[in-house]
């Protein structure tokens, strides 16, 4: 296999990995929320917020992946090497 071939199966793999942790540590994270606002409906607001926030650092994990990959496919700063120009 060629090394561009390389990179674009690794860009695919680490999207897909990156997508499902980040998927899970949402479903958990949402879990534990409205289990909280559950036990304590008077502390709702505050839970909600801290949740957005954490969710919004989960989803930049999933971004940022997503953003070296298409780097990688796209811009490949080593194509000048291996292709040998």
Known sequence: M?????????AGFSTAIATLGCGIGQGIGVYKAV????????A??????SMAI???????????????????LMANP???IVVGK
């Open 54 to 72: 954490g969710l919004a650092f989960i989803e930049a994990l999933a971004i940022y992946v997503f953003v070296v990959a298409m780097i990688t």
């Open 35 to 42: 289990e909280g606002i559950s036990r304590n409906p008077g």
């Open 2 to 10: 060629s090394y561009f071939t390389w990179c674009i199966i690794v």
């Open 78 to 80: 080593f194509t000048q």
């Open 44 to 49: 709702g607001t505050k839970i909600m917020v």
